[in-house]
């Protein structure tokens, strides 16, 4: 058994563009070549940004450097059911 045992650990610590911290499961706002991108923070690997849309259904990643600007959200709400224009109704062809 060894006398002495060392880890290196690395803490990297994520901030957005008002100096809030970032964590999995915050959700932000990221603009990106204009865009302005509501989605759920998920990681950072490999040099990307990893994201997940808000209903969970999609995860996307962005090269850090391709994004203009970051912000915490604290609240938001969304509507029980999305509007019935023509394209969205069920059952019509």
Known sequence: MP????????VVTIRDSLDNEIKPGTTILIRKQGEDILCSFKA????YFKTETMDGAHQNKYRVASIESCKTVEAFTIKKQWPQGPENKEGES
């Open 3 to 10: 006398g002495l045992n060392i880890e290196e650990k690395k």
């Open 44 to 47: 950072l690997e490999g040099g």
